[in-house]
T-cell receptor
């Protein structure tokens, strides 16, 4: 059974700092890995999707990396801003099976202090 | 519509009552998912619909939970005889459902259920 872990559960940083959010998963047989953002009281917004054959994806100040063999992914946020404050979740999609259901980590709640 | 919509946005009910949660997926999306987000538990998969195929109900926590998808579009998640542990945010997501394609799931805002 796939398990996704995100540690720490919460993180507080001053504005402008570069930061790394970690995600680990137990089963490397994944189709892809996604990072989502969730604002309080809102749904999830997809930030980046990394295919299993890829090593990283970039979008603006965000960079996500994937090391499938070691079961790890990181989300790098450059020059953090207060507007980046949110919960960040990673999720993996299994390689096999018709069901593309995602297995999520519990998320990291990020607070960027002005 | 532009995105996945869910109703109601909030629902407070008494223990033992039945509730129905509605999801309107993005038009044209054949895949629809229900997830539950409980405090401290993270998101857990409940049920998955893909076109006309039999749904994958492997994530439903008990037989009090059921879901249907009519006409391949709107879905309703029903919880019978609600319990306090059913209190959570219920999220719906949809995707194009294309096989062999790297695609993302688009999430609705969720329904916040509180069972008193």
């Amino acid at each position: 059974k796939q398990e996704v872990t995100q540690i720490p559960a919460a993180l507080s940083v001053p504005e402008g700092e570069n930061l790394v959010l970690n995600c680990s998963f137990t089963d490397s047989a994944i189709y892809n890995l996604q990072w989502f953002r969730q604002d309080p009281g809102k749904g999830l917004t997809s930030l980046l999707l990394i295919q299993s054959s890829q090593r990283e994806q970039t979008s603006g100040r965000l960079n996500a990396s994937l090391d499938k063999s070691s079961g790890r992914s990181t989300l790098y946020i450059a020059a953090s801003q207060p507007g980046d404050s949110a919960t960040y979740l990673c999720a993996v999609r299994p390689l096999t099976g018709a069901n593309s259901k995602l297995t999520f980590g519990k998320g990291i709640t990020l607070s960027v202090r002005p | 519509g532009a995105g996945v919509s869910q109703s109601p946005s909030n629902k407070v009910t008494e223990k033992g009552k039945d509730v129905e949660l509605r999801c309107d997926p993005i038009s044209g999306h054949t895949a629809l998912y229900w997830y539950r987000q409980s405090l401290g538990q993270g998101l857990e998969f409940l049920i998955y619909f893909q076109g006309n195929s039999a749904p994958d109900k492997s994530g439903l926590p008990s037989d009090r939970f059921s879901a249907e998808r009519t006409g391949g579009s709107v879905s309703t998640l029903t919880i019978q005889r609600t319990q306090q542990e059913d209190s959570a945010v219920y999220l719906c997501a949809s995707s194009r459902g294309l096989a062999g394609v790297q695609e993302t799931q688009y999430f609705g805002p969720g329904t916040r259920l509180l069972v008193l």
